[in-house]
């Protein structure tokens, strides 16, 4: 054998059975508390593993794949640590180590969305020497395949790092942080544009009933895709786009908006279950207290709004199956912006409602009141993570009473249609509601409060059948929680 071969060969075989750890067990890692946790990797196959951390030691064999997972025993929040993973006569040796409270974050832009587009953002950065609090970004791309290696770092919050952060993530993360005086670690996987259903496995959502619809239509889109025209299409609005802008530049005007390149766009998003074989997958199984997601715009369009009833509980299932263990999940319902997109923009705040209903150990956080008209991203991520943030204390740790009220049942008395909440409310101001009859004609209507009871009427329809409250892309908020929260839109009626 050549003398070059057996050199390639060799370097071959040294790499096949090297060590390797995903790069989420990287310096600054932070690990979950108060449940076991995974750790895994790749080293020679039948190799004997050894991994340690805090006095703890867990070992493993590694399959004739080279995969190996050892479960470390329940860890206590401490200061720093060191993990140590040894293959052979080689160590891996991770430092700075925390143990706290982590959560995955994940959905698209809004939750994509960094602290620097977060209103107040000097203020915040001042104040962002928060090293208790790391943030790992999930760097994959979308994949056609299961991916088993995350890429990113772990990144400790500085005022130089925290710009660059999922804001509504940070702003939760330094909530229960402060709240809760543990370390709080925060996975960001997200995607600006992305419609759910990249995000749940294909198989799955193959299976479920009220998805073949929805995969019917999507076969007909796909076939109307033509590449080579879209191509051109884009082409030529890119070079008139360069046109306008040289001529808005010159005249000192705004530069309009540059045409997306339809091609990279349906890349980035993935075809459906792209994001999460790319994006998700490769995290599993690391150990996380619970999730949350910001997502939605992208799927209230009028031919997927339907479906998001069904989708969003089946990625909590899928996710929470795929992990082994039911952790917290929580959600932000779309906020008041003029979307256009009108019906669908309310139909998936709708099905964000009724996924908290039917979904355990969930819940949501309402943003009707904190929106922008023209803006879909709004800058007040602050208050969107504290929101989240009253969630999680509230029923996940317990700290304090979370109230999150809905109509549970409804009823016409005396010419009014009698609400019954699950908790009481308080109506600040008048507008938001309006009731109908049998003629499906909806007149504004009036409210009245008594603790739990919503009483609504109007002098218009004297036999209502139905009522309605902040069913708008841009409502009239006037019902609140005990704690100052909107209470969310809701409907009695299914037309």
Known sequence: ???????????????????????????????????????????????????????????????????????????????????????????????????????????????????????????????????????????????AQMNDRPTGTWVVCTPETVGSFSATAFFFGREIHQALQAPVGIINSSVGGTPIESWIRLDVQHAHPALKEYFAGREKGKAAFDPVQMKAVYEKQLANWKKAAQAAKAAGKTVPRQPQDPIAVRARKGEVGGLFNGKIAPLIPYAIRGALWYQGEAN?????????????????????????????????????????????WMRVREAALKSVQSVPNSGMAVTLDIGEEKNIHPNNKQEVGRRLALWALGTVYGKERHSQPWPVKHEVKDGAIQLTMTEPVRLEGEGGFVIAGADKVWHPAKAEVRDKTLIISSAAVTEPVAVRYAWEEMPKVTLWTEQGIPVTQFRTDSW
């Open 300 to 344: 209230s369009s009028a031919d997927k709004a339907q479906f998001y009833q069904h989708q969003l509980p089946l990625l909590v299932q899928d996710w929470r199956g795929r992990w082994g263990y039911e952790f917290p999940f929580a959600w932000v319902q779309l906020p008041n912006y003029a979307s256009g997109r009108g019906e669908g």
């Open 1 to 143: 054998m050549k003398p070059l071969m057996l050199c390639l060969l060799v370097v071959a075989g040294i790499a096949r059975g090297a060590l390797e750890l995903p790069a989420i067990f990287s310096d600054h890692a932070v690990l979950q508390r108060d449940r076991a946790v995974p750790v895994w990797g790749w080293a020679e196959p039948g190799g004997s593993v050894t991994v340690a951390i805090a006095g703890q030691e867990a070992k493993a064999t590694a399959g004739a794949d080279g995969k190996w997972r050892v479960d470390l025993p329940k860890l206590d929040a401490k200061g720093p640590q060191t993990l140590t993973v040894t293959a052979g006569s080689e160590t891996k040796t991770i430092q700075d180590v925390l143990v706290g409270e982590v959560w995955l974050a994940s959905g698209q832009s809004n939750m994509a969305m960094t602290v620097s587009r977060a209103k107040d953002f000097n203020k915040e950065r001042a104040a962002a020497k928060l090293p208790e609090i790391r943030v790992f970004t999930e760097r994959s791309a979308a994949s």
